[in-house]
T-cell receptor, first 112, second 110 residues
Framework: EPEVTQTPSHQVTQMGQEVILRCVPI?????FYWYRQILGQKVEFLVS????????KSEIFDDQFSVERPDGSNFTLKIRSTKLEDSAMYFC??????????FGSGTRLTVV | QKEVEQDPGPLSVPEGAIVSLNCTYS??????FMWYRQYSRKGPELLMY????GNKEDGRFTAQVDKSSKYISLFIRDSQPSDSATYLC??????????FGAGTQVVVTP
């Protein structure tokens, strides 16, 4: 069964550093998303991406964050100048038609 | 007011019992309704997806949507210890952004 692949599975970074989280969505999907889940809290929407541009972003997704689809397969989330409160599980998801989203296994980001 | 409300549990049931989970939502614009299962430190896994009011069945799982009361339910029949997980309800409007409930932790005891 097709799956969304995320790397790395766990990333530890120092506060103030930049991190790039990587995702390979399902190949025929057109809509891409990043969500995050702080430990013990609900899954929160960050950003959606379609046709090589951001279609919607949450208030969490400020100038510290950016997304890119650098080639035909990868979808990345960059977090500049990380803060302690950025520690969370980050999930990439993709969808063929904005329903039935498939999530990756996530990247656990720990900012120290 | 939270857009999607879900009791976090935990909900403990004996093996073989029916698990009953529910959520309420506030926004009438929500059109699609999903249930995800999430194991610890893993990504949400889609269980059921439905668009209209009514019931949808898939094996041991039944999803129910009542748009008039903005209420969605998931029933798991003949529950197994392997069903122990956190179950997340989620909804979306036409733009596709998912709104999740807090998740209900389910424990099925042998």
């Amino acid at each position: 069964e097709p799956e969304v692949t995320q790397t790395p599975s766990h990333q530890v970074t120092q506060m103030g550093q930049e991190v790039i989280l990587r995702c390979v969505p399902i190949s025929n999907h057109l809509y891409f998303y990043w969500y995050r889940q702080i430990l013990g809290q609900k899954v929160e929407f960050l950003v959606s991406f379609y046709n090589n541009e951001i279609s919607e972003k949450s208030e969490i997704f400020d100038d510290q964050f950016s997304v890119e689809r650098p080639d035909g397969s990868n979808f990345t989330l960059k977090i500049r100048s990380t803060k302690l409160e950025d520690s969370a599980m980050y999930f990439c998801a993709s969808s063929e038609d904005r329903s039935g989203y498939t999530f990756g296994s996530g990247t656990r980001l720990t900012v120290v | 007011q939270k857009e999607v409300e879900q009791d976090p549990g935990p909900l403990s049931v004996p093996e073989g019992a029916i698990v009953s989970l529910n959520c309420t939502y506030s926004n009438s614009a929500f059109q699609y309704f999903m249930w995800y299962r999430q194991y610890s430190r893993k990504g949400p896994e889609l269980l059921m997806y439905t668009y209209s009011s009514g019931n949808k069945e898939d094996g041991r799982f039944t999803a129910q949507v009542d748009k008039s009361s903005k209420y969605i339910s998931l029933f798991i029949r003949d529950s197994q210890p392997s069903d122990s997980a956190t179950y997340l309800c989620a909804t979306t409007d036409s733009w596709g952004k998912l709104q999740f409930g807090a998740g209900t932790q389910v424990v099925v005891t042998p």
